[in-house]
Nanobody
Framework: QVQLAESGGGLVQAGDSLRLSCAGT????????LAWFRQAPGNEREFVAA????????TYADSVKGRFTISRDNAKNTEYLELNSLKPEDTAVYYC???????????????????WGQGTQVTVSS
């Protein structure tokens, strides 16, 4: 079992950058695919990015491709999301998630991730 806790959110201006962290507990952290999702008020939870256990494979939502970077440090049981060139439409609660790495492609569906953090708010002002 894995427990996750996000940090690093905040209020920034359009064009600024943020780095979100997700600290995990559990000896099997390195066995899981990791992902970031976000949810804005009134919207469904939206896929942002995912990474394989080794970090070799990544996938991104088209809306963040080229601006956001997912990474992980298995020695520190930590996942990161670097957010650059932020836009007001990036405003949301950001969640980290961990799930099975057995799928042939990295999942982008929330239901395929078993473990979730509590979320961290990112607000981008124009």
């Amino acid at each position: 079992q894995v427990q996750l806790a996000e940090s690093g959110g905040g209020l920034v201006q359009a064009g600024d950058s943020l780095r979100l962290s997700c600290a995990g507990t559990g000896r099997t952290f390195s066995n899981y695919a990791l992902a970031w999702f976000r949810q804005a008020p009134g919207n469904e939870r939206e896929f942002v990015a995912a990474m394989s256990p080794s970090g070799v494979r990544t996938t991104y939502a088209d809306s963040v491709k080229g601006r956001f970077t997912i990474s992980r440090d298995n020695a520190k049981n930590t996942e990161y999301l670097e957010l650059n060139s932020l836009k007001p439409e990036d405003t949301a609660v950001y969640y980290c998630a961990a799930g099975s790495a057995s799928y042939s492609t990295l999942p982008n569906t929330p239901t395929l991730y078993s473990y979730w953090g509590q979320g961290t708010q990112v607000t981008v002002s124009s």
